[in-house]
């Protein structure tokens, strides 16, 4: 129990700091925004988001790795791997409040600060400060979204490979190699056919 | 002209008289012929434009190919946004297509409107996530839909845009070969002559 909550305290601890990189919050305005938070905790392979339900939260990852996708007629499309600092939910059904059509399901062990539709509103309401750390933090997300978009379209298979592992090396080693494959679009057999490209240098 | 912007609002927020008009205070009305550029490749973005008027497309070129990845009328939003967002030079061209007027407001008197009015700052928070959500969506429906799917949801939802836009521009937005496109429209003319 004692070693659980000083985990929260230093997760609660990465909030503060991670908020104050969008606008500094002094240690009284970020006790406003804690009765609203939620630590929710899942095992590995847990779904937090399934098909068809209302997504009721907005996550944050202080700890673990989860992905979402998109169940299709073959197969699934992976569309966001996230690990701890990243935000991760089903951004359509949450603001829209209509059922998910993507599923949000952990891939290790995972605790969420996780804040409801319903206490985001609150708190905007409340606290005008709130509201503007909100439009700076979707603000870099579209800024983010946007940037991936325009890769997917100009950069082939070969490069958005290789873009990857130079900018995501941790996750190499965390995430199950079709995920990651699913996600850069590229097929598995195209994946393991560029992975071994790479090797031999290092080797010889 | 205020009307039609007032009424895109207020499909989000109720902001009050006197909260309109602070803000179209700072709004620039700015007129276009067709086939101007708006935003050149590599300058950064400095406005966000409301079309009043006319029609507009946002594009980048990928070797000597222009991709287009946006296609804009009266009643929507465009520039290079995330350009207009980040301050990073854009990577996108945004060209008039017709004649066209803007209701148009730059970074800075934005700002100013966000720091001096916290219901206008909610009005540039809701509007973000819904160009967030709008560009998710597009994102999945490339995903889940196939091109025939795709091409009828767009006509479905855009008929005026298939008269007033060229189609090879139609089909570069909705990412396939004009063939593809020409042959798709043939599919769905065909019933209507047809049935007279």
């Given amino acids: 129990m004692g070693k659980q909550k000083s985990s ?14 969008y606008l500094p919050i002094s240690r009284s305005e970020f006790q406003h925004l804690l009765p609203y938070i939620e630590i929710r905790e899942y095992d590995k392979k847990a779904k937090v988001t399934k098909e068809g339900e209302v997504e009721r939260y907005f996550n944050i990852i202080a700890r673990g790795l989860v992905r979402k996708y998109l169940p299709l007629k073959e197969g699934e499309q992976t569309t966001q791997l996230a690990v701890e600092g990243h935000i991760i939910h089903s951004e359509l059904s949450f603001f829209y409040r209509t059922p998910s059509t993507s599923v949000v399901e952990t891939i290790e062990p995972t605790v969420f600060l996780s804040i409801s539709y319903e206490s985001l509103e609150q708190l905007y309401k409340q606290h ?15 800024v983010r979204k946007d940037h991936r978009f325009f890769d997917q379209l100009r950069k082939n298979t070969r490069e958005r490979f290789l873009d990857y592992i130079k900018t995501h090396s941790h996750m190499l ?10 996600y850069l679009n590229i097929k598995p057999e195209t994946f393991s056919r560029l992975k071994h490209l790479m090797r031999p240098a290092k080797k010889s | 002209m205020l009307d039609t ?68 009328k009266e009643g929507e939003f465009i520039n290079s946004s995330a350009s207009f967002l980040s301050g990073n030079p854009s990577p996108y061209l945004v060209e008039t297509l017709e004649p066209s007027t803007f209701l148009s407001v730059t970074r800075d008197q934005l700002e100013r409107l966000y720091e001096n009015n916290p219901r206008i700052e909610r009005v540039g ?8 959500l709008q560009r998710e969506e597009w994102e999945h429906e490339c995903l889940r839909l196939d091109t025939r799917e795709r091409f009828l949801r767009f ?21 396939m070969k004009p063939e ?9 003319q065909r019933p209507r002559t047809a049935a007279r």
């Fill in chain 1, 128 to 142: 005008p400060k709130f509201e503007r750390i909100g439009r700076l933090i979707i603000t870099d997300l579209f």
């Fill in chain 2, 5 to 72: 912007l007032k009424k895109y609002i207020s499909g989000f927020v109720s902001l009050t008289n006197e909260e309109f008009a602070l803000m179209a205070n700072e709004l620039v009305i700015r007129n276009f012929d067709k086939r101007e550029l708006l935003t050149r490749a590599g300058e950064v973005e400095n406005y966000l434009n409301f079309v009043v008027k006319g029609l507009v497309r946002k594009y980048f070129y990928k070797g000597r190919t222009e991709i287009i990845t946006q296609i804009a």
């Fill in chain 1, 173 to 182: 080693q965390r995430v199950p190699q079709k995920y990651i494959a699913s």
């Fill in chain 2, 180 to 188: 593809t496109f020409s042959r798709l429209k043939h599919l769905i």
């Fill in chain 1, 8 to 21: 929260y305290k230093t997760a609660l601890e990465g909030l503060h700091h991670y908020l104050s990189r």
């Fill in chain 2, 125 to 132: 928070r809701i509007v973000i996530t819904h160009l967030f």
């Fill in chain 2, 155 to 175: 006509v479905e939802n855009n008929p005026d845009l298939m008269q007033r836009v060229p189609q090879k521009y139609l089909a570069s937005y909705l990412n």
